[in-house]
């Protein structure tokens, strides 16, 4: 079992990098994880798509090796922001649709705020449904207050989001398993 964690945040520093580097280093008794950041995927544009950038091609191949896709995404202005959408312009043609259809998605995301960026998840499950991609509600997981739960260096300091964190990605591999 192949799962895909895909950080939307291009930062350094990324909380949401730090997430993923978490799920990849505690839940590897269960599963296979890769991290693919997308930041060099370029903006999507039409005039590119008879040459496709090589991140892109990367992208759709590496997806087409996973049984799964976990996208760990921040909120911007109460919305998904740029390259999470962007990402999903690029998966949504016909030389990579084929690849994400049906493909189970399990949707998480860290703020320093204290919504734990439920309103950007709610918005990529939208978009995740018109595009084809198999998703359910019950597959999500928002993490708030990121400076009290992450310390400088990125690590979960925090017993009760690392529990959150395991039953999160138990119920997920059980959903895609079945
Ligand atoms: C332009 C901008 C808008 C933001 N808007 C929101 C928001 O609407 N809701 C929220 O919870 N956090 C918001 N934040 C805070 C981000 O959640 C926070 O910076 C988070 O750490 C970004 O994720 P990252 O650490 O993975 O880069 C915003 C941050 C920026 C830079």
């Known amino acids: 079992m192949k799962v895909l964690l895909i950080p939307g945040s291009l930062r350094k520093k990324s909380f949401n990098k730090s ?14 994880f890769e991290i693919f950041e997308i ?5 999507f544009n039409e005039d ?38 962007n990402l999903i312009h690029w998966l949504s043609r016909k030389y990579s649709k084929p690849y ?21 998840q709610h918005e990529l499950l939208q978009l995740a449904v018109v595009v084809g991609m ?13 400076y009290d739960v992450f310390n400088d260096e990125g690590k979960i300091i925090d017993d009760g989001l690392k529990t959150k964190v395991d039953s999160f990605v138990d119920n997920y591999l059980e959903w895609i398993n079945n």
């Not at 590119?48 to 909120?75: A, C, F, M, Q, R």
């Not at 198999?134 to 990121?146: E, G, Q, T």
């Open 39 to 43: 930041n060099d995927i370029p903006m």
């Open 134 to 146: 198999k998703v359910d509600a019950n597959h999500r997981l928002p993490v708030s207050k990121a």
């Open 19 to 32: 997430l993923a580097s978490h799920i990849k280093s505690s839940q590897s008794q269960k599963a296979e």
């Open 100 to 120: 994400i259809l049906n493909k189970p998605l399990g949707i998480t995301g860290v703020t320093d705020g204290g919504f734990g960026t439920v309103r950007a």
């Open 48 to 85: 590119l798509e008879d040459n496709l950038p090589e991140s892109v091609s990367n992208l759709i191949e590496t997806i087409k090796s996973s049984d799964g896709i976990i996208i760990i995404t921040p909120e911007y202005n109460n919305s998904l922001p740029a390259p999470i959408r």
